[in-house]
């Protein structure tokens, strides 16, 4: 009986000192935060009443060094980049996505639909469309105009073919204007000989004589009523 009791009196003395297994971790400065595994791009430890819990974000996400608790601190690639650190756990993939979590290009796709993409949300797989006009970028997983996606025939996709470019004296690009048949809010605008499609502000409409956007009671329009519609 009196083994146990020392032992029972040992016990309480080793907790008073602090000397149990809920010591604070010495990687905690502070209660509650999260703290940067060196050169880890999907791991990181997080510090709750200064005990601390290495975490991996999920398949596809990477860790935010600058995430504040306790705000979720996983992102998306293309909004945290890995920027010299490297992933510390293998992919996961699914019948229809390379990773759990992320933006990639749809194999579902043909050639001239540069704006279709797939995002995966927990490995189920989602068909997603840039923008009218846009392309997806698969280098930087976002939607980007189409002359910058190398895969891309932006021509084919965007569907018209600018002049050559001209500059001004200084060198500087002249930007043109040009209509969009079928739809009078919208219009092709060809930078460096690249086109883009652009729309006027609400209550604007495009006029084809003098290359840009004036109030929509002003200007003669047969296709009022695409102006809801996507061009492409």
Partial sequence: MNFFICFAVLLISATCNGQSGNEKSPLCKSRNTYVNLEGKCDS???????????????????????AEWPAYPCSYPQDVP?????????????????????????PLANENDCGHYRLCNGGQAFEMYCPAGLAFNADNARCDWPELVSSCNAENYIGFKCPQPSYDVSGNPIVTNHRYEGNCYVFYSCVKGHAHILSCDEGFAFDAVNGRCEIEDRVNCDARTSKKQAPI
Avoid: M, V
């Fill in 82 to 106: 890995c920027a010299g650190r490297r992933s510390s756990q293998p992919a996961e993939p699914t019948a229809n996505c390379p990773r759990q979590y992320g933006y990639f290009k749809s």
């Fill in 44 to 66: 990181y430890i997080e510090c709750r009443d200064y005990q601390a819990i290495e975490t991996n974000c999920p398949d596809g996400l990477n860790y935010n060094p600058n």
